[in-house]
């Protein structure tokens, strides 16, 4: 199928042209020509799937043809919500890309930074809006924002939304939007929370559905490494010996694990940035673009600051923490072998989380290969005085015989996957 059966429009095809899309990914072909029906859609896709596409392009061709962009008020008529600053201004600078032949104006509203260039944007009058929950009802609360207007609504990440507590701003959301209007939900996985709020917002929906959260992509290889808790910095130092892993994207549990990690890796000169919500939108965004700019070779994020990120040919993904959400792994692990792209996925598992590396393999259908030959094994239970003195001069001895074999063998890992 071609961009072209699905009948876009002119100005549309040509940026689509210029972009590079050749043809639509599943998403986009399930998606698309409902929403130009008018159609209400619940679409069940994670990130990289090209969703954005999906339900930026029906919106920016519905809205052109109504012919009304030329008026000379524009209200809001098409709103996008999404759970993250960065996820928002991605969209937009997706919005941008896609209705630039179109003349149709969009503005990016999200807190964290200033508001008067947000608000400014708004009085010159806007087509449509992207918007975090909590700014959107903060603007909206001083008079800048009104949604009478709005004809198409869409809910981005959902739920990421209710992850984040963002369940009462999504209803009072809903409560002040017109009645009468084209509504899409988005969402990775549809626990019954998820399904319940959809009803609340969707009229008759078609429900469209790809790339299954249990499937992770045949492309990346995935590796575990068992240890301990108070090893896993040690082995994450260890692995980054591989001067082969020049970009690494590494996931930690809390903004304070995160934190810590990087204090770590910059003391030992290993150029690190940690990307989290208590860091201001500026932080945030110079740590981003540090680390696509390769001046930075770890971003340290947690699992909320890093959805939606998109980083062309990551190869490297870390989980320092392995999350209790199996389906997180699969998340986590995506942002490495995009679009056919080879990718490695790491993960450091200590005693605590074996029972999580159960459930991820449970849920992905495979067992991840265990590499067992690394300084820092994991302990089976916990060592009595004599034991971790004992335990301590093995540890060392193995430590100077890997790092021996490591050097005969020209510093790189060789043989040492093994498979269970």
């Given at each position: 199928?071609?961009?072209?059966?699905?009948e876009?429009?002119?100005?549309?095809?040509k940026?689509?042209?210029?972009?590079?899309?050749?043809?639509?990914?599943?998403?986009?072909?399930?998606?698309?020509?409902?929403l130009?029906?008018g159609?209400?859609?619940?679409?069940?896709?994670q990130?990289?799937?090209?969703?954005?596409?999906a339900?930026?392009?029906?919106i920016l061709q519905?809205?052109y043809?109504?012919?009304?962009?030329?008026?000379r008020?524009?209200?809001?008529?098409?709103?996008?919500v999404?759970?993250?600053r960065?996820?928002?201004?991605?969209?937009?600078?997706s919005?941008a890309?896609?209705?630039?032949?179109?003349?149709?104006r969009h503005?990016?509203?999200?807190?964290?930074?200033?508001q008067g260039s947000?608000t400014?944007?708004?009085?010159?009058?806007?087509?449509?809006?992207?918007?975090t929950?909590?700014?959107?009802?903060?603007?909206?609360?001083?008079?800048?924002i009104?949604?009478?207007?709005?004809?198409?609504f869409?809910l981005?990440e959902?739920?990421?939304?209710l992850?984040?507590?963002f369940?009462?701003?999504?209803r009072?959301?809903i409560?002040?939007?017109p009645?009468?209007?084209?509504s899409?939900?988005?969402?990775?996985?549809m626990?019954?929370n998820?399904?319940?709020?959809?009803?609340?917002?969707?009229?008759?929906?078609?429900?469209?559905?790809?790339?299954?959260?249990?499937?992770?992509?045949?492309?990346?290889q995935?590796?575990l490494?068992?240890?301990?808790?108070?090893t896993?910095?040690?082995?994450?130092?260890?692995?980054?010996?591989?001067?082969?892993?020049?970009?690494?994207?590494l996931f930690?549990r809390?903004?304070h694990?995160?934190?810590?990690?990087?204090?770590?890796?910059q003391?030992h000169?290993?150029?690190?940035?940690?990307?989290?919500?208590?860091?201001?939108?500026n932080?945030?965004?110079k740590?981003?673009?540090?680390?696509?700019?390769?001046?930075?070779?770890?971003?340290?994020?947690?699992d909320?600051?890093?959805?939606?990120?998109?980083?062309?040919q990551l190869?490297?993904v870390?989980?320092?923490?392995?999350?209790?959400?199996?389906?997180?792994?699969?998340h986590?692990?995506?942002?490495?072998?995009?679009?056919?792209?080879?990718?490695?996925?790491?993960?450091l598992?200590?005693p605590e989380?074996?029972e999580?590396i159960?459930?991820?393999?449970?849920l992905?259908?495979?067992?991840?290969?265990?590499?067992?030959?690394?300084?820092?094994?994991?302990?089976?239970r916990?060592?009595?005085?004599?034991e971790k003195?004992?335990h301590e001069?093995?540890?060392?001895r193995?430590k100077?015989?890997?790092?021996?074999?490591?050097?005969?063998?020209?510093?790189?890992?060789?043989?040492g996957?093994?498979?269970?």
């Amino acid at each position: 199928m071609t961009f072209e059966q699905l009948e876009l429009i002119a100005p549309l095809l040509k940026a689509i042209k210029e972009e590079k899309y050749e043809t639509p990914t599943a998403i986009q072909q399930q998606a698309i020509p409902p929403l130009l029906k008018g159609r209400d859609v619940l679409g069940s896709a994670q990130t990289g799937t090209g969703k954005t596409a999906a339900f930026s392009l029906p919106i920016l061709q519905l809205l052109y043809r109504d012919g009304q962009q030329n008026q000379r008020s524009r209200n809001i008529r098409a709103l996008i919500v999404t759970p993250t600053r960065e996820l928002a201004i991605q969209i937009g600078e997706s919005i941008a890309a896609y209705g630039k032949y179109t003349g149709l104006r969009h503005t990016v509203i999200f807190g964290g930074v200033g508001q008067g260039s947000q608000t400014d944007a708004l009085r010159r009058g806007v087509d449509i809006l992207v918007a975090t929950p909590g700014r959107l009802l903060d603007l909206m609360d001083q008079g800048y924002i009104t949604l009478k207007h709005v004809e198409y609504f869409v809910l981005d990440e959902a739920d990421r939304m209710l992850d984040m507590g963002f369940i009462h701003d999504i209803r009072k959301l809903i409560a002040v939007l017109p009645r009468e209007r084209q509504s899409l939900f988005f969402s990775a996985t549809m626990p019954d929370n998820i399904v319940e709020l959809s009803r609340k917002i969707l009229n008759n929906p078609v429900k469209v559905a790809v790339d299954p959260v249990s499937s992770a992509a045949e492309t990346i290889q995935q590796y575990l490494y068992y240890t301990n808790k108070a090893t896993k910095g040690e082995l994450l130092l260890h692995l980054l010996e591989d001067a082969d892993m020049d970009q690494v994207l590494l996931f930690a549990r809390t903004k304070h694990g995160s934190d810590k990690i990087t204090r770590n890796l910059q003391k030992h000169r290993i150029h690190a940035a940690a990307l989290h919500g208590n860091k201001s939108q500026n932080q945030r965004q110079k740590a981003l673009g540090d680390f696509k700019a390769g001046r930075i070779r770890v971003l340290v994020a947690t699992d909320i600051a890093a959805r939606g990120i998109d980083i062309d040919q990551l190869r490297y993904v870390i989980n320092y923490d392995i999350p209790n959400v199996a389906e997180t792994y699969v998340h986590r692990i995506g942002r490495s072998g995009r679009a056919g792209e080879e990718g490695t996925s790491i993960s450091l598992c200590e005693p605590e989380e074996n029972e999580y590396i159960r459930d991820i393999e449970k849920l992905i259908g495979q067992e991840l290969t265990v590499v067992e030959d690394h300084p820092f094994p994991q302990t089976d239970r916990p060592m009595n005085a004599k034991e971790k003195q004992e335990h301590e001069k093995e540890k060392q001895r193995r430590k100077q015989e890997f790092f021996a074999q490591r050097k005969q063998h020209g510093g790189r890992q060789g043989g040492g996957w093994r498979r269970r």
